[in-house]
């Protein structure tokens, strides 16, 4: 891993005014990182926008946060695989038309198929992966700087994955594309080392994800504890409390 590493900040827990009058937008929202994401911002205060590409489950996590007695959410759904440039043009020139700002992304949408070696991996699905979890996270961040760059204080979270684990046999394309987003991570971060707009990367512990329940399918997923400290770490590095992080990968593998 090229990035140093950082902790999170011993006993650091979000309040309700962590992130007050920021708009936060949110990738894979329905997923299970990307629901705890969406909830634990909406909790620290922050407008959160919605994305992904199924609208009826996002339909439903705006229900469940609603009811929960959340703020509203925004929904603006969006297909990472088949997103144009101009789609994701067109989501940056919304945000700035509905909400004057955009203060944070957090990169949670993903493309994992399972364990599979090089030699049966399909290449639809090795160009889906690349796709979805590298240049799309690029296409929708490129597209989002002008706004984020305009805040005072503004941040984009990455979520990687363990490399020690990613660089073994099978593991393909996905392990190939979070080598690659760390790379990106990384350049990006270079480029902008100082001024309000920080760059983040997120390293989770294990948790439970339909995403492990796929690369660990002989464990029992069910004792993993949910995304929830993930969540809130992520919210961590969307405060400006994290400012001493910039250009870092969390890690919350260990403590």
Request: with cysteine; net charge negative; hydrophobic share 45%.
């Amino acid at each position: 891993m090229n990035l140093a590493s950082s902790r999170l900040p011993q006993a650091w827990k979000a309040s309700p005014g962590t992130l007050e009058d920021r708009v936060i937008l949110v990738t894979g929202a329905y997923g299970g990182l990307g629901s705890a994401v969406a909830r634990a911002a909406s909790r620290a205060g922050a407008t959160v926008v919605l994305t992904g590409k199924r609208k009826r489950q996002l339909e439903q996590l705006y229900d469940a946060m609603v009811s929960e007695g959340l703020s509203e959410p925004v929904l603006h759904p969006l297909d990472m695989e088949s997103a144009t440039p101009r789609d994701y043009e067109a989501l940056a020139e919304g945000l700035q038309r509905d909400a004057g700002r955009l203060d944070g992304i957090v990169h949670t949408a993903t493309s994992f198929v399972g364990l599979t070696p090089i030699a049966m991996h399909k290449p639809d699905a090795w160009l889906r992966a690349l796709h979805v979890n590298v240049s799309a996270p690029f296409a929708l961040t490129q597209a989002c700087l002008p706004l984020l760059t305009q805040s005072p204080d503004s941040a984009a979270v990455f979520v990687l994955d363990n490399p020690e684990l990613l660089q073994r046999a099978h593991w393909g394309a996905y392990g190939v594309s979070k080598a690659a987003l760390e790379r990106f991570v990384s350049i990006l971060h270079e480029e902008h080392e100082a001024g309000a707009f920080r760059v983040h990367a997120l390293l989770p512990a294990p948790m439970r994800t339909t995403l492990r329940r796929l690369a660990y399918f002989g464990e029992d997923t069910m004792q993993q504890p949910l995304p929830d400290a993930t969540a809130d770490a992520a919210v961590y590095l969307l405060s400006n409390e994290a400012a001493a992080a910039r250009g870092t990968v969390l890690d919350l593998r260990v403590a």
